[in-house]
């Protein structure tokens, strides 16, 4: 027990001449090891995309809420007479007439 715990802390099966297959083992796990990293800073990434995308679409919904709001003040006929009574433009005092043309 004891000589197999300390050939395993001298590294003995890196070193014997079958060690070729542990060599390619650890080569193996090292690599996947990688790959789950990578895999893992991508996913990340995503993450933060994701969220950074999501605030640019709440701040753009509340710009649109604002602009429509300001379109439909300014449509407002109280808001048109207003702005037009300073270029001199009253609103009519008689009732609108329908014209008929008859052929």
């Known amino acids: 027990m004891i000589k197999k715990l300390v050939s395993f802390l001298k590294m003995e099966f890196l070193i014997k001449e079958d060690s070729f297959k542990n060599w390619r083992m650890i080569l193996f796990f090292s690599i996947l090891a990688l790959v789950m990293i990578s895999s893992g800073h ?18 753009l919904k509340s710009e649109f809420i604002e602009q429509r709001k ?21 609103s ?12």
């Open 92 to 103: 009519s005092t008689k009732q609108p007439f329908k014209i008929v043309i008859i052929k």
């Open 42 to 59: 991508s996913a990340d990434n995503k993450i933060f995309k994701i969220a950074s995308l999501n605030q640019n679409i709440k701040a």
């Open 70 to 90: 300001f379109l439909r003040d300014l449509k407002m006929e109280s808001n048109i007479i207003k702005k037009l009574s300073d270029k001199g433009l009253v």
